[in-house]
């Protein structure tokens, strides 16, 4: 246990419980304990394997490379249909999480074999998300827009096509661009400051 990951568990108002099981059950499996984005993240030679979170309906285990997982109990669930690698388990209380544990664990140990044999998860190209037509426009219609966002990280382009996309209507859409546009001109990603 690293005392620095401590001020989680003994603050959490939800999940209390649940969250100490989960951490015991990871340690079992030898994993080193950190804290990143401000969660119990559990690493296995510096690479992140799982992390334990906790939402208002659930607490979750969260595989970083749960896609590459069997899932031969089918209890994986990928969040969105935008989350490529990413998969959790879910939890709605103390006695489930009992019950799981050796199943857990045999997904906590093959989360271990997938990063001791460096496997990594073939993700989407950024020209395989969907461009709005709304963002296209603007982009033939401004070379320096276009030169801007080509300059940003995939990650930050992916972002930006996401949020565009989600808007249903085109107006919004349109709003959306104009209102970031300002940030890709200056390199910046969508939540960038």
């Known amino acids: ?3 620095k990951v401590d001020p ?3 603050h959490a108002k939800n999940w209390r419980e649940e969250f100490e099981e989960l951490r015991t059950i990871v340690l ?3 994993l080193e304990e950190g804290l990143k ?3 119990p993240c559990y690493t296995f030679q510096g690479n992140n394997v799982v992390l334990i979170h906790g939402f208002k309906e659930y607490c979750a285990l969260l595989f970083h ?3 590459l997982l069997n899932d031969t109990d089918e209890i994986l669930i990928q969040q969105t249909e935008n989350v490529q690698s990413a998969r959790q388990i879910r939890f709605t209380g103390l006695k489930e999480i009992k019950a799981q544990k050796e199943i857990l664990k045999n997904y906590i140990y093959e989360a271990i074999e997938v990063e001791r044999a460096g496997l990594k998860v073939k993700m989407k190209k950024t020209s395989e998300f969907e461009m709005p037509a709304e963002f296209e426009k603007k982009l033939e219609e ?3 827009l276009k030169e801007a966002f080509e300059g940003l990280t995939p990650g930050r382009q ?3 096509l996401l949020y565009f996309a989600q808007a249903k209507q085109s107006k919004t859409r349109e709003s959306r661009i104009e209102k970031y546009r300002p940030h890709i001109l200056e ?3 969508l939540n960038d400051t």
């Open 8 to 10: 989680f568990f003994n």
């Open 37 to 39: 984005w401000g969660k």
């Open 65 to 67: 490379k749960g896609a």
């Open 158 to 160: 992916r972002g930006y």
């Open 187 to 189: 390199g910046k990603g």
């Open 28 to 30: 079992e499996c030898g």
């Open 142 to 144: 401004s070379p320096e």
């Open 1 to 3: 246990m690293n005392p």
